[in-house]
């Protein structure tokens, strides 16, 4: 938790967001009294790289291990060559780590902060894998008018900071082939409440009170779901949606894994 770097468990990094809400409070608290929110390419710089820092982890423990292969038939596919977007995807650290275990697959990364799209671009090339990787600028609903289809689609951490989640479900579910999947991973919370208790419940419920509803609302914040929305929730909108089937494939002690079929 607190001496190996490379644990999915280190919390270190979390500071580095509470150094950020910190430095943002006149910002923040003005957002409570107005209730317009706070975008995220408000915030200090650290709550970028402190974001990846927290999330990499994991996915380096069981992105490519465990949670592509407990989608029916996707890991094969992706082996094979496929056709992935990673929507919402920050500087990048999930997409980057999917290319590397399938070097015969393509990849587009898309985020609306256009500099975590620069910091990205970055990455890939350092890791080798910028051949593969296509990062744009671009907000979820764009994907309903591409031209390409995609084999996978992935929101990794970045749902609930929607402002409408719905349109950014349904938009994959226009840009998916026909027999793609959706991967949808979101911070791990029971449905009700008072359920939500522990040391990470409470830690993903300050962040999303000040970060994640804040920038909901800051895009209009049709649904706002937070970082504690419960697999009831989100299986729901995957259902308005128009997605023939959901389900909760796989569970972490900080993270929820779901996946839909068009």
């Not at 094969?76 to 399938?102: N, P, T, Y």
């Amino acid at each position: 938790m607190l001496a190996n770097p490379d644990s999915p468990a280190f919390l270190p990094p979390a500071f580095d967001v509470a150094a950020s809400l910190w430095h943002g409070e006149d910002q923040i608290l003005a957002a409570f009294r107005s209730g317009k929110g706070m975008g995220w390419h408000e915030h200090d710089c650290r709550l970028f790289t402190a974001t990846e820092a927290f999330f990499r982890n994991g996915y380096q423990a069981h992105l490519t291990q465990t949670w592509i292969p407990s989608l029916g038939g996707v890991e094969e596919q992706l082996a094979d060559g496929g056709r992935v977007a990673d929507v919402g995807c920050g500087h990048g650290a999930s997409v980057i780590l999917m290319a590397k275990a399938f070097p015969k697959s393509e990849f587009v990364g898309i985020d609306c902060h256009e500099s975590s799209i620069a910091v990205a671009r970055e990455r890939a090339q350092q890791a080798g894998v910028a051949d593969q990787i296509r990062f744009e600028v671009a907000i979820p609903r764009l994907l309903a008018t591409s031209k390409e289809k995609f084999d996978l689609i992935c929101f990794m951490d970045s749902l609930h900071d929607m402002g409408d989640p719905l349109e950014a479900v349904w938009a994959s579910r226009e840009a998916m082939a026909p027999d793609g999947a959706l991967m949808l991973v979101e911070p791990f919370a029971k449905d009700r409440s008072e359920e939500n208790v522990g040391p990470v419940a409470r830690m993903y419920y300050s962040a999303s009170a000040g970060l994640c509803t804040q920038n909901a609302l800051s895009q209009g914040g049709r649904y706002s779901l937070g970082a504690q929305a419960g697999a009831a929730q989100l299986l729901a909108i995957l259902k308005d949606a128009g997605f023939r089937s959901a389900r909760v494939a796989m569970e972490t002690p900080f993270n929820l894994i779901l996946e839909a079929r068009p």
